[in-house]
């Protein structure tokens, strides 16, 4: 029984250890955004006065429907980032 408790104890050390909350990188967005999406379409898109995106999780999901067809298989963590630049840019959803 000891020894279950030592490995129980020791896996989740090692776990924790090696889980890190992803802390948003705003010019990791700006960087992504200037490279990639650039390429499609100017700025002009977010500041449409008929913009068809309202929320937060609309904005992801387009983020992550653009990485799909762009191919550019960015990580979670870049689309995060991403994300979390446009709408500190240009939507300003809560």
């Known amino acids: 029984m000891k020894n279950h408790l030592i490995v129980i104890t020791l896996i989740s050390l090692f776990l924790l250890a090696n889980f890190q909350a992803h802390a948003v990188d705003i010019e990791n967005g700006r960087s992504l955004h200037a490279e990639n999406c650039l390429a499609c379409h100017g700025v002009d898109i977010y500041q449409q006065d008929k913009r068809k995106l309202h929320d937060l999780a609309a904005l992801t999901a387009q ?3 653009c990485d799909f067809s762009l191919g550019t298989q960015w990580f979670d963590e870049d689309i995060e980032d ?3 630049y446009l709408n500190n840019e240009f939507y300003h959803f809560k």
Request: zero cysteines; a positive charge; proline letters at 0%.
């Open 63 to 65: 983020v992550k429907r």
């Open 82 to 84: 991403a994300v979390s």
